[in-house]
């Protein structure tokens, strides 16, 4: 069962090392720690992307700023209670981490081969927004909920394009899809007062296909 529910969240991240590991939480006796990961787009831009990563994989009292990892693993969420409401934070959650030199990085990018990967398998638990931009291009917002082991869920936000907001625009709560995309990061200001706003960073999925599937298929 555990297995079978890990095959429904799985990313691959391929990037370099941006921030030191600061501690975010323990279970059990084992640390964890949040670290961010540069990876380029196709487009020369690029998304940072925190992962959480066990102490028992890397040490993480070391600094490896400017090194290039592969990470694999699960994007999570949890709720954190701020400003008297929840905020929904995102993650990958690293199962396996590798280093590797830049050239490999480089090469992988430029063939466009594993360097952000995700690949969901969940329930749409909210209502699609379906849009259109100035110039008319077509976006649909949906957020997908995955199931994890012990009964819990990650809820994860997802940005189609084109003829693929077109199709998730007609999802209905509770449909289960399937779908295959990048991680990306979205900086936005958030509005905190009237004279103060703070800039922040939002992540989801980016959606390069989607499938539906039977919600009784095993």
Not at 37 to 63: F, Y
Not at 95 to 113: M, P, S, T
Not at 156 to 181: D, L, Q
């Amino acid at each position: 069962m555990t297995d079978k529910v890990i095959e429904n969240n799985q990313v691959t991240i391929m990037g370099e090392i941006v921030s030191d590991f600061t501690f975010s939480h323990e279970i059990f006796g084992e640390g964890f720690y949040m670290v961010d990961v540069r990876v380029v787009r196709l487009s020369d831009s690029n998304d940072i992307i925190p992962l959480m990563v066990s102490e028992r994989l890397v040490d993480v009292k070391g600094s490896y700023i400017g090194e290039y990892i592969a990470a694999q693993g699960q994007f999570r969420s949890y709720n954190r209670h701020e400003e008297r409401k929840n905020r929904l934070v995102l993650s990958v959650f690293v199962r396996e981490l590798e280093f590797i030199d830049e050239e490999e990085a480089e090469r992988c990018n430029v063939e466009n081969a594993k360097t952000n990967q995700i690949y969901l398998d969940g329930y749409i638990c909210k209502d699609p927004i379906y849009r259109k931009t100035p110039l008319g291009r077509e976006i649909a917002d949906l957020l997908l909920a995955v199931n994890r082991p012990y009964g819990k869920s990650d809820y994860i936000p997802c940005i189609c394009w084109g003829r693929n907001a077109r199709f998730a625009s007609g999802f209905e709560v509770g449909t289960r899809c399937e779908i295959w995309g990048r991680i990306q990061s979205r900086e936005y200001m958030k509005k905190l007062s009237e004279d103060e706003v703070e800039k922040r960073v939002a992540y989801e999925v980016s959606v390069s296909k989607l499938e539906l599937l039977d919600p009784d298929e095993e």
